[in-house]
Structure formats: structure tokens, C-alpha cells
């Protein structure tokens, strides 16, 4: 049996015999709420820091050719959906993202992608907007010292966001998302890998992100979330930890350097457990 099973084992039957008392129980739960409430203040305000900087920035990225299709090439989720070749002469053609956040709930937010002229579509902005939808009693809360209401801390993606679309004018003969629409995803448990592939086929063009309101891919919240944010780490390649997966180390770093002017567009491996 190996140490891990035993460990697992172990950790099993320590929960398994373990007793807590109401008063305790109860303790761990507010413990949980505060928590979850200082980190929801915490997140507003370096969103609230942060914002000047993304503004100051932006005119800086837009003289860099190709920034955000570098940056896109270098996140291990989504790079898998821009395989297209036609997508990725679209986005050739991408000068700036933008990610505004609602003034109500900021974990809800509008996407914008600002496009030079180009051969597929005529929009110069194209926008996924993830609309909050604050339950019946939203209006009627108080806000407590710091801005905090119970909805904010009662908060469900799930539940309280709806995803809308946004029509793309699309020049005659030219739509993505016509000629690659989503289909079903061909179930394969045998093999995460070619699962992982299987997943991001079946979303097609990436602008079906745009054209159809379920996001299931969760390529809108990567975009705001990690991309947006971190941009220019992407950029250079500076990927968070549990990006790409490391094997042969020693040998890829090599390469990496060697062929560090390149932009590598084809699909990397994920780390093991990342959907």
C-alpha cells in the first residue's frame, strides 16, 4: 500500500471519528463568514486600485503589434480556443481589451475586444456583457460601514449572472461563427488529454463567444479575471503557477530561450486536474 493510499486512509478516519459541538460548529462558521467578507473587501478595493492603472496602460499595449494575441498565446486555457486559423487572423487584428466591472456587484463585468479594420467583420468593438441579476431583496438592503450588503456576501455566479449576446456584422461570406459553430463535446474519460482537446473543439469559432449567450467554456471569466489583469506577465510568457505543465524542465527552458521572439500558437499540454 502505498504511503499516499495510507495517508488517505488515515485522513478519512480522522474525519470519520471526529465530534464537534454546536457551539463549536457555529464558531467555525462565522470564522468561515468573516472570512469570505474580508476577502470580498479586499477584492473590491484593489479593484477599485488597480482600475487607473488599467486605464494608464491602455494606450501603451495598443502601440505593441500583436500584444493581445501574444498575451492569448500564452495562457495554457485560452490559447486552446483560438486553434482556428481564420480566428487567429481575426484576432491579428485585436488592438485592446477592456473589462468593465458593474458598479452594483464587480464580480459581474462587460468584456470588450477593440478590433483595426479587418477582413471578417465590420464592428471595431465587439462586447460580452455577464449581467448581474440582484435577487428581490438586493434593493431594500443597507449597506453596512463599508459597503457590504448580505446580496454581496450571498453572491452565486450560478444564479446571479446571465451571460448576453452580442451580434457581430459580419461582412458577406466571412462568419466564423456560420462556418464553426459549437457542437457536442465526444465524451472520452479514457484520456484527459484528448478530453481536454474534445472540450475545446467542440466550442468552434471563438466567436460563438460573442453570438451566444452560455459562456460553458468559462472563457469570459478567463479573460477578465486572469488575462485582463495580468496582461503583460502573459506577455512575456510569465505564466501563474499551474499554467503550463512542466516536463523536461531543464530541455524546454533551453528552447523557450532560444526561440524567445517566436509567438508558439499551438496547443501546450495543461497541467494535470485544470478544466
Avoid at 434593493?139 to 456576501?153: H, R, V
Avoid at 471563438?206 to 467554456?217: G, Q, S
Amino acid at each position: 500500500m502505498s504511503t499516499k493510499r495510507r495517508a488517505e486512509e488515515n485522513e478519512g478516519d480522522a474525519l470519520e471519528n471526529l465530534e464537534l459541538s454546536d457551539d463549536q460548529m457555529t464558531s467555525l462558521a462565522e470564522l468561515t463568514k468573516a472570512q469570505e467578507r474580508l476577502e470580498l473587501l479586499l477584492d473590491i478595493e484593489a479593484t477599485r486600485k488597480m482600475t487607473p492603472l488599467y486605464e494608464k496602460r491602455r494606450p501603451i499595449l495598443a502601440k505593441i503589434p500583436k500584444f493581445w494575441l501574444a498575451a492569448f498565446s500564452q495562457h495554457p486555457e485560452l490559447l486552446g480556443y483560438i486553434q482556428l486559423k481564420e480566428d487567429r487572423e481575426a484576432l491579428n487584428h485585436l488592438t485592446d481589451i477592456h473589462v468593465i466591472r458593474d458598479p452594483k456587484e464587480m464580480r459581474a463585468f462587460t468584456v470588450e475586444l477593440y478590433f483595426d479594420p479587418n477582413p471578417f467583420f465590420t464592428d471595431s468593438v465587439l462586447r460580452k456583457e455577464y449581467k448581474y441579476i440582484p435577487p428581490p431583496d438586493a434593493a431594500s438592503e443597507t449597506p453596512d460601514a463599508d459597503g457590504i450588503t448580505q446580496a454581496m456576501l450571498d453572491f452565486d455566479w450560478d444564479r446571479d449572472v446571465i451571460p448576453q449576446t452580442t451580434t457581430i456584422n459580419w461582412k458577406p461570406g466571412q462568419s466564423l461563427t456560420a462556418k464553426y459553430p459549437r457542437k457536442p463535446i465526444e465524451e472520452n474519460n479514457d484520456d484527459e488529454d484528448a478530453m481536454d482537446i474534445a472540450v475545446e473543439e467542440s466550442a468552434g469559432s471563438f466567436f460563438n463567444l460573442f453570438e451566444t449567450a452560455e459562456d460553458p467554456y468559462g472563457i469570459g471569466p478567463s479573460i477578465a479575471d486572469e488575462l485582463f489583469p495580468s496582461a503583460i506577465d502573459y506577455f512575456f510568457g510569465k505564466v501563474p503557477d499551474g499554467g503550463w505543465e512542466d516536463e523536461d524542465s531543464e530541455e524546454d527552458s533551453e528552447d523557450d530561450d532560444d526561440d524567445a521572439e517566436e509567438i508558439d500558437l499551438e496547443r501546450p499540454r495543461k497541467k494535470k486536474g485544470r478544466m
